[in-house]
């Protein structure tokens, strides 16, 4: 019932955790059966270790919360080694989220992941990086480059490839028309929102780099959008990400086009909430005499 | 680590500024220990997403306490909670203080500072540790130790209204004078209290073990948001890492010596 079948996958459930909110998914292991879960999504990797941004990283928002953690990850070696070994005791799908500051660093890093013997279902790109060769703008703005590096990427892999996109762009349906140009099998959508806290008692930003990204309940609505607008504009497969915290925002991210979620921000108020969630769907299914949540895919009713 | 729904016993002010809250929390009542804390949802409805988290002050017989004074939107829900209400408690997190049986312990409480503190303390003298107790309160109103003060516990007050005039380092030197063995300071305070601790310790060549405080969002080590400088890549325990270091899962006790003096 709340199987989903995308290309040659078969996912057991149409609920996966969102890279950087669920670490390499054997840090929980204590409190969550990973293979309940539809897929995890890793934190991000990069060519190169990353300390991340100093401190504050993290400050809370009314139903949100702003980071500006900085991409702190173990770098590509130290993932080969040490974490891509452990996902082979895992009865779940692993796609691992890459991320770069040239198109370089992603082909350079999928392919160190590629030569290795592993379990992966394959990538989520994080294009929402600042470019270093265009003057620091990120891949995710541009759909020349978003195709550009899509297909540097699609070249080196047969693996599943997936985009995920910011909404911090004008036009998201064009990036993800260019990412699918580029052959991305599939789209994630969204990244977090720009913000910004500031303290008006020291006059400082809340944290350290200003700027920072948004996310938690705060911006389902901003996430709906963005994904109806991708379901409008590309036929590929789409995970739906932004504050989802129940069934019920799973099933309004279907409706607007998903077919799978992905759980992010509440993972750390719950670390079981994607279980939770499943379960949920479950009898939502059942209630609803639903065979296949693929069957509510899109199925908005415009008044 | 276990998520546990936590029965609230008693929530009570315990002074001019404090509140204690114990809870009925079984499993992470059997596994904790002195140093480590919880991560307390205060709304189930999710209006806060990022969960508090708080030293344990006590643990006995499936209970345990946290000791917090209301500062913003999370304290306050917690002050209104009852007892019979619920509350989604994660934990025992972090690593907590070992090493009692060498130095003698002279431990340095600061504020609210002083949960962890209490912790280590009713665990010293279960195991029968000789130690000394230092707890530092801006006024006398602000003490809830007072009938307990005793040749090894000292309280000290900033405005002079009860026991010794200014900060807990005013007590440390006739403490540590009086000693012949060595001693290990294990602290926990604002961070200007700790700062001066570690400058103390520091000149004196004293060992001295810190519990420091930040904003956490999951608190074992997955957002890493709760990163801080660090001097020494000793206190890391994923070795990427050089300059930061993680409160939640590398801490919340640091070497004073890894912790850059300002």
């Known amino acids: ?303 | 680590m276990h998520n546990e729904l936590a029965t609230i016993e008693s929530n009570e002010q315990i002074s001019s500024i404090y509140q204690q809250m114990v809870l009925s929390a079984p499993l992470i009542a059997k596994d904790c220990h002195p140093g480590q804390f919880i991560n307390i949802l205060p709304d189930p409805k999710w209006t806060h997403v990022m969960r508090r988290p708080m030293s344990i002050a006590s643990q006995s017989n499936g209970k345990i306490s946290i000791i917090y004074k209301v500062v913003g939107e999370g304290t306050s829900i917690l002050n209104n909670l009852k007892p019979g209400d619920s509350l989604d408690i994660i934990g025992p997190l972090g690593n907590y203080w070992t090493d009692f049986d060498t130095d003698y312990p002279v431990l340095l409480a600061g504020g609210v500072g002083i949960a962890p503190i209490l912790y280590l303390h009713d665990h010293l003298l279960i195991k029968k540790i000789p130690h000394h107790l230092i707890m530092g309160t801006r006024t006398k109103d602000e003490h809830f130790f007072k009938e307990k003060t005793n040749a090894s516990i000292v309280l000290t007050t900033d405005d002079g209204s009860y026991g010794i005039r200014g900060s807990v380092i005013n007590a440390l030197d006739s403490i540590v004078s009086g000693k012949n063995s060595s001693v290990i300071f294990f602290a926990c305070g604002p961070s200007p209290m700790l700062n001066a601790v570690n400058r103390f310790a520091t000149d004196k060549n004293i060992n001295c073990y810190l519990a420091l405080e930040t904003l956490m969002a999951c608190g074992f080590g997955i957002c890493q948001g709760c990163a801080i400088e660090i001097t020494n890549n000793s206190a890391i325990s994923q070795t990427y890492r050089n300059q930061y270091a993680l409160v939640c899962a590398d801490g919340p006790i640091f070497d004073g010596k890894d912790i850059p003096l300002c």
Do not use: W
């Not at chain 1, 099998?185 to 720009?194: G, L, P, Y």
């Not at chain 1, 086009?257 to 009898?283: C, H, R, W």
């Open chain 1, 1 to 303: 019932m709340l199987t989903i079948r995308i290309g040659n996958l078969t996912f057991a459930s149409p609920v996966l955790t969102a890279s950087g909110t669920f670490g390499y998914g054997d840090e929980v292991s204590d409190l969550v059966n990973v293979d309940l879960l539809g897929g995890i999504v890793t934190k991000s990797v990069t060519l190169h270790p990353r300390e991340g941004n100093p401190p504050p990283r993290i400050s809370e928002t009314p139903f949100g919360m702003l980071n500006s953690i900085g991409l702190a990850n173990v770098g590509v070696e130290k993932f080969c080694k040490e974490k891509l070994p452990k996902f082979k005791k895992m009865d779940t799908h692993v796609f691992v989220n890459i991320a770069g500051y040239a198109i370089g660093d992603y082909v350079e890093t999928l392919e160190r992941i590629e030569v290795e013997d592993s379990t992966i279902s394959g990538y989520e790109i994080n294009v929402s990086c600042p470019n270093v060769k265009k003057g620091g703008m990120q891949f995710g703005v541009d759909p020349k480059l978003t195709e550009q590096l899509t297909r540097a990427l699609r070249d080196k892999t047969d693996k599943i490839l997936i985009l995920k996109l910011s909404p911090n762009v004008t036009k998201i349906e064009d990036i993800a028309q260019a990412a699918v140009a580029g052959g991305a099998d599939m789209i994630s959508a969204i990244n977090t929102v720009v913000g910004m806290g500031i303290d008006i008692a020291t006059r400082r930003p809340s944290l350290n780099t200003v700027f920072g990204g948004l996310s938690g309940p705060a911006i389902k609505p901003i996430a709906l959008a963005n994904i109806h607008k991708i379901y409008k504009s590309v036929s590929v497969p789409i995970i739906g990400i932004g504050g989802i915290s129940s069934a019920k925002d799973a099933i309004e991210f279907m409706l607007a086009g998903a077919d799978l979620v992905q759980v992010g921000t509440s993972n750390f108020i719950n670390p079981a909430i994607g279980i939770n969630i499943i379960s949920e769907l479950k009898s939502y299914c059942e209630k609803e005499n639903i065979k296949s949540l693929h069957d509510i895919k899109g199925k908005l009713e415009y008044q």
